[in-house]
């Protein structure tokens, strides 16, 4: 059976950003910077503010 990744990631508050959108993760790793070539849709996102300023969570599953 095929595996299906879903994760959730922390992002700074981006109203671009829309249910249904198809993205890929770009991040660093030892001060390396890598993106990696699976796409996700966005199925779901929070929105919280805190003493640092606004955040939002994007809720992302993989695109097979």
Same mark, same amino acid.
């Given at each position: 059976?095929?595996v ?8 700074f508050n $981006?109203?671009?950003?829309? %249910?249904?959108?198809? /993205?890929?993760? @770009?991040?660093?790793?030892n $001060?390396?910077? @890598?993106i ?5 849709? /966005? ?12 955040e939002?969570?994007?809720? %992302?599953s993989?695109?097979?």
């Amino acid at each position: 059976f095929p595996v299906t990744i879903m994760v959730g990631v922390k992002i700074f508050n $981006n109203p671009t950003i829309q %249910l249904g959108d198809i /993205v890929s993760i @770009k991040y660093t790793d030892n $001060n390396i910077e @890598k993106i990696e070539n699976t796409r996700y849709v /966005v199925y779901y996102m929070e929105y919280s503010k805190d003493i640092g300023g606004p955040e939002m969570t994007v809720y %992302l599953s993989e695109v097979m």
